[in-house]
Nanobody, 114 residues
């Protein structure tokens, strides 16, 4: 059974930083990409950042230059370094893994106070 375990969320003041981690356990074959999505209250879930097995990355325009995604393939772990956080970054952040199937984590709350 595949499980995605997220950590690193919390409460931070505007301008601060957080680092999210997501480790995928279980039998996962042929991971094509790993990424982070977020969902704020009353809004749709949106892509934040994504990294492919080849190392290509893409980011939402709203986080470019502030967030950085990386991956440790040996550990099936993806990280999201979030700097210069803004109140509008407040959301539940979900880990996503794309392989032969698509897997989602339970989410971790990120709250940025002004």
């Amino acid at each position: 059974q595949v499980q995605l375990v997220e950590s690193g969320g919390g409460l931070v003041q505007a301008g601060g930083s957080l680092r999210l981690s997501c480790r995928a356990s279980g039998i996962i074959s042929s991971i094509a990409a790993m990424g982070w999505y977020r969902q704020a209250p009353g809004k749709q879930r949106e892509l934040v950042a994504r990294i492919t097995s080849g190392g290509s990355t893409n980011y939402a325009d709203s986080v470019k230059g502030r967030f950085s995604i990386s991956r440790d393939a040996a550990k099936n772990t993806v990280y999201l370094q979030m700097n210069s956080l803004k109140p509008e970054d407040t959301a539940i952040y979900y880990c996503n893994v794309q392989s032969l199937a698509v897997y989602w984590g339970r989410g971790t709350q990120v709250t940025v106070s002004s």
